[in-house]
T-cell receptor
């Protein structure tokens, strides 16, 4: 299994500002995944980050709102831009194991006020 | 109808009891099935992974997959207060990186 470090673990932000979340993996991986987990709801995939190419976004998520960087095979960032209270959620970074099982970081708990 | 349905609970059981957690799904193409445990303020932790139908046991945990009924279960024997967490099921189609998650069941084990 991979060890995934995510930071910050939590933050309280003012509406209209942006927050960048960092994800570091202890091994090289081709794809990294970013999820959102809203209270009482299942995990929702935001986008898949591939090294050396543009991220692939799921329906309902756009690059202007959630820009992603993937500078190398062990690191990725997700930015939540122009935040509103509706963006308050847990954001999770994930990588896959050999059999498609997912491993997660500890998450970033974001509160927008 | 959601692709994966999971009773959100909450579910409270006394210590030592057998716990049964379940998910149903509608996509017959799902081949990989996973159970995750998520403690409060933590990321999901992989508990069990199963490919196709059948049972898999790991210590106090048993995962069952019944593809004919589109139904998966996680059993926890001799439940402990440390098992108190939210349990999420997840599944995927072979060759597809996308996982589909249930909403999670909040479980409390009462000492």
């Amino acid at each position: 299994s991979a060890v995934i470090s995510q930071k910050p673990s939590r933050d309280i932000c003012q509406r209209g500002t942006s927050l960048t979340i960092q994800c570091q993996v202890d091994s090289q991986v081709t794809m990294m995944f970013w999820y959102r987990q809203q209270p009482g709801q299942s995990l929702t995939l935001i986008a898949t980050a591939n090294q050396g190419s543009e991220a692939t976004y799921e329906s309902g998520f756009v690059i202007d709102k959630f820009p992603i960087s993937r500078p190398n095979l062990t690191f990725s960032t997700l930015t939540v831009s122009n935040m509103s209270p509706e963006d308050s959620s847990i954001y999770l970074c994930s990588v896959r194991g050999q059999n498609t099982e997912a491993f997660f970081g500890q998450g970033t708990r974001l509160t927008v006020v | 109808q959601k692709e994966v349905e999971q009773d959100p609970g909450p579910l409270s059981v006394p210590e030592g009891a057998i716990v049964s957690l379940n998910c149903t799904y509608s996509n017959s193409a799902f081949q990989y099935f996973m159970w995750y445990r998520q403690y409060s303020r933590k990321g999901p932790e992989l508990l069990m992974y199963t490919y196709s139908s059948g049972n898999k046991e790991d210590g106090r945990f048993t995962a069952q997959v019944d593809k004919s009924s589109k139904y998966i279960s996680l059993f926890i024997r001799d439940s402990q207060p440390s098992d108190s967490a939210t349990y999420l099921c997840a599944m995927s189609v072979e060759g597809n990186e996308k996982l589909t998650f249930g909403t999670g069941t909040r479980l409390t084990i009462i000492p």
